[in-house]
């Protein structure tokens, strides 16, 4: 089975502009989370969709939004880059059924190479 | 407030010697997973190894295994015999029953030296 997909890998842009992420969950995957990874924050957990529907949500300003398509792929948009938004952005795919019942690989969130986001 | 601490931000393990990772959670919930990643310099998170709040026995997987103790809320990661491809940043990591969304960690930055 093909691993989580990420692209782009790099991406440059300028305060003030918009981007576009993009995820591709495993075959059989319904579950795409997104995190941003920060040196001073660590991981953070920005949204869930499961089903093309926003199941989870972190604390993240409206700037960050998502969606997630019929095929389980899901875009992540970050409007009015800030400095601050410069991070590895992750996203992870899951079964994404509730509860904790099953093996690791029923439950366990697999995570892409990840987007480096640098903002200027 | 679910947390997850780790307090060792970084270690040095000489090779083929063994090395305990640690990590204690905080939640109020019953029902939860712990999960561990290691994060190589490529930035993926590659998943470890898991433990779910009611399995009896410690997982184990390969070369790692889960120190699962529950009363004291702690959840340490052991890796036999390191090797130099062990060199990474690890990630435990806690998840609720009741949602999706994973916490981290800070991590612990494991070098294996040679």
């Known amino acids: 089975k093909a691993g989580v997909t990420q692209t782009p890998r790099y991406l440059i842009k300028t305060r003030g502009q918009q981007v576009t992420l993009s995820c591709s969950p495993i075959?059989?995957?319904?579950?795409v989370s997104w995190y941003q990874q920060t040196p001073g924050q660590g991981l953070q957990f920005l949204f869930e969709?499961?089903?093309?529907?926003?199941?989870n949500k972190g604390n993240f300003p409206g700037r960050f939004s998502g969606r997630q398509f019929s095929n389980s792929r899901s875009e992540m948009n970050v409007s009015t880059l800030e400095l601050g938004d410069s991070a590895l952005y992750l996203c992870a795919s899951s079964l994404g059924g509730r509860g904790l019942a099953g093996s690791p690989a029923d439950i366990g969130q697999y995570f892409g190479p990840g987007t480096r986001l640098t903002v200027t | 407030a679910q947390k997850i601490t780790q307090t060792q931000p970084g270690m040095f393990v000489q090779e083929k010697e063994a090395v305990t990772l640690d990590c204690t959670y905080d939640?109020?919930?019953?029902?939860?997973?712990l999960f561990w990643y290691k994060q190589p310099s490529s930035g993926e998170m590659i998943f470890l190894i898991y433990?779910?709040?009611?399995?009896?026995q410690n997982a184990t997987e390969g070369r790692y295994s889960l120190n699962f103790q529950k009363a004291r809320k702690s959840a340490n990661l052991v890796i036999s015999a390191s090797q130099l491809g062990d060199s990474a940043m690890y990630f435990c990591a806690m998840t609720l029953n009741r949602d999706d969304k994973i916490i981290f960690g800070k991590g612990t930055r494991l070098h294996i030296l040679p």
């Open positions: 939640t109020s919930d019953q029902s939860y997973g």
């Open positions: 433990q779910g709040s009611y399995d009896e």
């Open positions: 969709y499961f089903s093309e529907t926003q199941r």
């Open positions: 075959s059989g995957h319904r579950s």
